[in-house]
């Protein structure tokens, strides 16, 4: 079963992934056991929120607060993709 | 020019087992002046300034190298995500522990069959059972654990049972991969090669183990290429995402590249950055313009690259020839025979032993 977000979910970085920046390509990369993901700068934005104590709906407001025109639903089908990728992992409250 | 994401650290070709099916080079006794620590940690960093980020501590067995330990500590400082590929055999508590604390960020386990008769059989050690308590530790000290499985004629039936065990042992991943014919695995390759009602027998087990799965464990599962109509997309392009260093610095753009016909390129000559961007090993392949037909008017070279180069060289002796695995390869009979053998009935069944290799000046 894969995880359904809600707004109250409370994503996560799963334990075997790692975000870093790496300087030579200027850009946040994602780290797994086989890839590499180049994240653009809105995706490593949402995924440095994903602490697993902020919720969905905190980070879109975050997210708000530093951009014009967030929307909620791409926040979640991103997370949601991340989560079917078993990057992020939730705990619901 | 792409830059490397990934580097494959072949840090010693000395193994413990004796695995049939190994790819690692049938002149392995041609390895054994292997890299100093000092050697490994500058190409560490000098792969990290190229854009590596993952590093994959393999072999052979890397748990021989009495410096594993520092290396991975110096690949965590270099900011890079590193992978232990490993037999477990030598991965003791102690040591478990000493690498956790290094930063080694994820664990991958082989083993050769679900139970040991099998396992061990094929593996040509008792070794089932260690590495059974070895993927428990994996979980238990945190790690996330990957199960590897090279399948092959004689354990592809007990795949539904391998899936079990990977279950049991609560490991996030499995790789089932069909045999690659390189090394070892090539000099074997009529004795590995499964039928195709082997193929079609495990492919719904796997497919019915995915979906129950799903959410807690990744199935990989990796096709036989023989089978395929067309030849897989090798190393994701030639000297294009990943490379290779091998257990005596020399650099390959996958690690089956040193048979190919080309002059060497060492890390004890030059950098790694110039054999990335100027070795002919390197430069041979890269893109598209060394391609013939059928591969340069076809709609996939993009898609396939034109299959393995190295493959293509043991199959045709040509690297540049299309990967006769492709049904429009003037060279697919090469394949269909091979193929024919495996479904003709009684195979061969006898393996030839990869031996365990030695590092020179050691007795």
Known sequence: MITMLTAASRPALARHVRLTFDAGRDRHVLLSPETVAVLNATSADILRLCDGRRTVGEIVAELRDRYDGVAEADVHAFLQRMAARHCVETVDG | ?363
């Open chain 2, 1 to 363: 020019m792409d830059r490397p994401f990934g580097l494959l650290a072949e840090l010693t070709y000395r193994c413990p087992l004796s695995c049939a099916y190994c790819s690692n080079p049938v002149g392995l006794a041609s390895y054994g002046d292997e890299l100093t620590t000092a050697e490994w940690q500058r190409v560490l960093v000098e792969a990290r300034e190229l854009g590596v980020l993952q590093l994959h501590l393999s072999g052979g067995e890397p748990l021989l190298r009495r410096d594993l330990a520092e290396l991975a500590a110096t690949a965590r400082e270099l900011g890079m995500y590193s992978n232990l590929v490993t037999s477990a055999i030598g991965f003791s508590r102690r040591r478990a522990e000493e690498l956790r604390a290094a930063g080694v960020d994820h664990v991958q386990v082989s083993v050769q069959a679900d139970e040991a008769a099998a396992s061990d059989r094929i593996a040509g050690l008792p070794s089932f059972a260690r590495k059974v308590e070895a993927c428990r530790l994996v979980t238990e000290l945190g790690w996330p654990l990957t199960l590897n499985v090279v399948l092959h004629r004689q354990n592809i039936d007990r795949v539904g049972a391998v899936l079990d065990l990977a279950e049991e042992l609560g490991a996030d991943r499995i790789e089932l991969a069909n045999t690659q014919y390189y090394g070892w695995a090539w000099r074997n390759r009529d004795a590995l090669l499964p039928s195709r009602e082997q193929l079609d027998a495990a492919e719904p087990v796997v497919a019915a183990a995915r979906e129950r799965l799903a959410g807690r464990m990744d199935v990989i599962y990796v096709l036989p290429d023989y089978y395929s109509r067309y030849p897989k997309p090798c190393m994701a392009g030639w000297a294009a995402r990943q490379l290779t260093v091998a257990p005596n610095g020399d650099v390959l753009p996958c690690p089956a590249a040193q048979v190919l016909p080309l002059p060497r390129a060492s890390v004890r000559a030059e950098s790694l950055a110039q054999i990335w961007e100027s070795s002919p090993l390197f430069e041979s392949f890269r893109g598209t313009d060394w391609m013939r037909d059928p591969c340069r008017s076809c709609d996939r070279r993009e898609t396939d690259f034109g299959g393995c180069r190295c493959q293509a060289f043991l199959l045709t002796g040509d690297a540049a020839a299309t990967d006769p695995v492709c049904h429009l390869s003037p060279d697919h009979g090469i394949v269909e025979d091979a193929v024919r053998a495996a479904n003709a009935g009684p195979v061969e069944l006898t393996l030839v032993p990869r031996p365990h290799g030695r590092r020179e000046g050691t007795a």
